[in-house]
């Protein structure tokens, strides 16, 4: 049987090894889409944004003492997988550096978990969804996410 991925306990792992070595950070993307929406949003991982001036090394060492195995490098980001399956992604891009600062703070599962706000969620969205090199998907599903934001939520008795 195949489990399923848990974004819940690998937000808490991520979040607790974090805290642990002092990173500050926030959750970012489509989980950070569904909360502040309070409509669930599908999305591949859960993405958290690190200050781009913390030490890259310092960070992986600290997720990888918390049980998340590596699976990428690249320019801005470090790809993971939760022990649960879930993919992690740890955003390093100094664009995020001031919301990171700014994040407000949520409380899941007994942990203190930092979330961008709204209004920066929504600016970063935006850009991402002006980007000309931006898979069109992904744009398309950046606009969807800055509707959701602003309250163009589902009505669940609406039809169709």
Do not use: N, Y
């Amino acid at each position: 049987m195949v489990e399923t991925p848990d974004k819940v306990a690998a937000l808490m792992d991520a979040t607790r090894a974090l805290a642990a070595i002092g990173a500050p950070h926030a959750l970012v993307g489509g989980v950070g889409v569904g909360v502040h929406s309070g409509v669930p949003r599908a999305t591949a991982d859960t993405d958290i944004a690190v200050l781009s001036t913390l030490d890259r090394s310092a960070v992986i060492q600290a997720l990888l003492g918390a049980g998340l195995c590596p699976t990428g490098q690249f320019a801005h980001s470090a790809t993971f997988r939760h022990s649960s399956g879930e993919p992690v992604r740890i955003v390093f891009d100094a664009g995020f550096d001031a919301m990171i600062q700014r994040a407000e703070r949520l409380r899941v599962a007994g942990v203190d978990v930092p979330i961008v706000r709204k209004d920066d969620l929504i600016a970063m969205k935006e850009r991402a969804a002006a980007d000309p090199a931006r898979r069109r998907s992904l744009a398309l599903r950046d606009r969807a996410d800055v509707d959701l934001l602003r309250g163009d939520v589902p009505d669940p008795d609406e039809g169709w």
